[in-house]
């Protein structure tokens, strides 16, 4: 085509080697300029489709995994509640009735059933009907189990009700947790597979604009360098939807971030409420309870005895949110420190599994900040959890030392180490965003002798 314009243009025409006349050189560059013009309409059509198609996938297929997401988190947030709940029947005084659960089982229960409905609705095909099938069955058996508690429980045979509860309904929870947490990590694993798949049209985008545009290239160097120039927008764009990817990423682990902190503030709120709120309300209750049974005649013993039955309750009930508070937001991190709320926990943790737990602190501790502090209990907290669960130890060791302008906080145990598979997935997660949020660092060691050591900058 440039060989075209060069010709001599005064020529008219030119006849060839046939006789015939040759092609005009303005029709040669109008031919060129008409197939630059068709490569440039098929390229930004190309472009243009390009773009809805990630959209389109971007819209229904992450958007859509990430409310699939949501509900996952509030299933598995049920089902934390149900595993709590069978804990502490397992784990009941004698005075404390099988049947304070029904109501906390049953209102779990409607909610769980709803979420599983509207999770269905947007879990990806790839999960397939086995799996779903799978995990009603599991919830059905729960519920059946849990009935038949309760039935024992309320015909008076309590003791057949706490061992059914431990024999059968602890494993079906624990199960259905560990299934859940299965879903989760295959929904995100899912969620990786269709970035990679967005990133894989971006690249074959860009290679084949890069064709296209040697082709322009080829054709004619003057009006190619034009067609680039107009196209450097398209560029422009693929490579702000690449950035906005690598933000979406970015944002999406600060949202976990402010997640982990939204949730310490509101288990804050809600253990202040249950104190402030609830327990004076009961205080008030157990007060004037306490008044009418001084004022009853010898001769209302019936009365007397209900009231001093209403007083027993309202107390037992006082306990219960007592420690409901302190399970949700331990009141002594805040009134004296981290190093004490420890020990307590140490403390608890000792008497409640009968393994030998010493804590030791090395160096002089810093008052630390409230998210600090509690992001760090957090973190001892699921640690013992674990060595309780898998471990089989005989003594933990816990040390916290403040050295070199450091914080260090590790867990060590004697057991059997931590088996494979299990809460590898949001237990150690979580504490290892924890410790990220606190600019600090996470190690694990799955044993025999397993260990968990966190440090932080002070």
Do not use: C
Not at 80 to 95: D, F
Not at 159 to 180: K, S
Not at 331 to 358: C, M, N, S, W, Y
Request: net charge positive.
């Amino acid at each position: 085509m440039t060989a075209a314009v060069a010709e001599p243009l005064a020529s008219p025409s030119r006849l060839d080697s046939g006789g015939a006349t040759a092609p005009s050189p303005h029709l040669r560059l109008l031919a060129g300029i008409g197939m630059m013009l068709a490569l440039f309409l098929a390229f930004g059509m190309y472009t243009a489709r390009q773009m809805r198609q990630l959209r389109s996938y971007q819209r229904q297929v992450l958007e859509r995994g990430h409310r699939d997401t949501l509900q996952l988190l509030r299933i598995q947030e049920d089902a934390y509640e149900l595993t709590l709940s069978v804990e502490n029947m397992i784990k009941r005084q004698p005075r404390v009735p099988i049947l304070v659960w029904q109501a906390d089982f049953s209102r779990l229960r409607s909610d769980l059933d709803r979420a599983l409905a509207r999770e269905s609705r947007l879990a990806p095909a790839a999960r397939g009907r086995q799996q779903s099938a799978q995990m009603a069955r599991s919830l059905r058996q729960f519920w059946n189990i849990s009935d038949q508690a309760f039935t024992l429980a309320r015909k008076g045979y309590e003791d057949q009700a706490a061992a059914l509860v431990n024999r059968e309904l602890a494993p079906q929870g624990m199960y259905i947790h560990n299934l859940i947490a299965r879903w989760m990590v295959s929904n995100s694993q899912r969620t990786q597979v269709t970035e990679a798949a967005m990133q894989a049209i971006y690249g074959g985008l860009i290679r084949d604009i890069l064709w296209l545009t040697a082709l322009l290239l080829a054709l004619a160097g003057g009006i190619a360098i034009w067609v680039v120039r107009a196209n450097r927008a398209s560029f422009a764009h693929a490579r702000a939807l690449t950035a906005a990817l690598d933000r979406r990423s970015h944002d999406l682990a600060a949202a976990n971030r402010r997640l982990l902190d939204v949730q310490e503030t509101t288990l804050r709120q809600v253990a202040r409420d249950l104190h402030d709120e609830l327990g004076q309300l009961l205080t008030a209750l157990g007060s004037m309870l306490a008044r009418l049974q001084q004022h009853l005649s010898p001769a209302n013993g019936e009365l007397a005895a209900q009231v001093r039955e209403a007083r027993g309750v309202a107390q037992e009930a006082q306990q219960k949110l007592r420690g409901l508070a302190q399970m949700l937001r331990p009141p002594a991190l805040d009134d004296f420190g981290l190093e004490q709320t420890l020990r307590e926990q140490v403390h608890k943790f000792e008497q409640r599994t009968g393994i030998a737990t010493t804590m030791e602190v090395r160096g002089a501790l810093p008052l630390l900040p409230p998210q600090t502090a509690i992001h760090l209990y957090r973190i001892a907290q699921e640690a013992l959890t674990n060595v309780a669960r898998h471990a089989d130890a005989h003594h933990v060791e816990l040390l916290l030392a403040a050295q070199g302008g450091h914080l260090r906080l590790r867990i060590s145990d004697d057991g059997n180490g931590m088996p494979s598979g299990a809460n590898r997935g949001l237990g150690l997660s979580g504490m290892r965003e924890r410790a990220e949020m606190l600019g600090g660092q996470f190690h694990f060691n799955s044993g025999p002798g397993a260990a968990v050591e966190v440090e932080i900058p002070l």
